[in-house]
């Protein structure tokens, strides 16, 4: 069974700083990776979607990165801003299922 | 639509009640999906439909539990006799394929089993 890791649980930076959040999957048959953002009470937005086939994906000041072969994804944020504050959150599909399987999350605050 | 609709936005029952969570997709979007989040975790997947089958109701919990889809679009997710360990925000996604292009959920219906 997929089992989905995301570290730190939650995170505070000032403004302006360059970031990092990690996640991990144990089943390494995937076939793609997605990271979405959640803010408080609100669905979910797709942030990044990386192939398998893939090794990272930009978009804007957001780049992820993937390696299938040891379990791992990073989505790196640079030069943060209050507006980046929110959940962020690291979902897998299989190669044989649609469904995606998340990660619990990281909690992102950027203080002004 | 513009997006994916989910209604009601709040949703209060007592304990041993029936409830339906509707879902309107984007138009054109032959996935559909059923998550439910609990305060602190991510979703987890409860049934995806593809057209108007369930391809996969792996993910419900119990036969309390049953979703349908019957002209490919507005889906409804019935919970018969809920329970207190039901609330949670179910949230409906849609996809313009089956490998997850265009994944779109929608705001969540929050379920409170009193």
């Known amino acids: 069974k997929q089992e989905v890791t995301q570290i730190p649980a939650a995170l505070s930076v000032p403004e302006g700083e360059n970031l990092v959040l990690n996640c991990s999957f144990t089943d390494s048959a995937i076939y793609n990776l997605q990271w979405f953002r959640q803010d408080p009470g609100k669905g979910l937005t797709s942030l990044l979607l990386?192939?398998?086939?893939?090794r990272e994906q930009t978009s804007g000041r957001l780049n992820a990165s993937l390696d299938k072969s040891s379990g791992r994804s990073t989505l790196y944020i640079a030069a943060s801003q209050p507006g980046d504050s929110a959940t962020y959150l690291c979902?897998?599909?299989?190669?044989?299922?649609?469904?995606?399987?998340f990660g619990s999350g990281t909690r992102l605050q950027v203080q002004p | 639509g513009a997006g994916v609709s989910q209604t009601p936005s709040n949703k209060v029952t007592e304990k041993g009640k029936y409830v339906e969570l509707r879902c309107d997709p984007i138009s054109g979007h032959t996935a559909l999906y059923w998550y439910r989040q609990s305060l602190g975790q991510g979703p987890e997947f409860l049934i995806y439909f593809q057209g108007t089958g369930a391809a996969d109701d792996s993910g419900l919990p119990n036969d309390r539990f049953f979703a349908v889809r019957p002209e490919g679009s507005v889906s409804t997710l019935k919970i018969q006799r809920t329970e207190r360990g039901d609330s949670a925000v179910y949230l409906c996604a849609s996809s313009f394929d089956d490998r997850g292009h265009g994944y779109t959920f929608g705001s969540g219906t929050r379920l409170t089993v009193v």
């Open positions: 990386i192939q398998s086939s893939q």
């Open positions: 979902a897998v599909s299989g190669t044989g299922r649609r469904a995606l399987t």
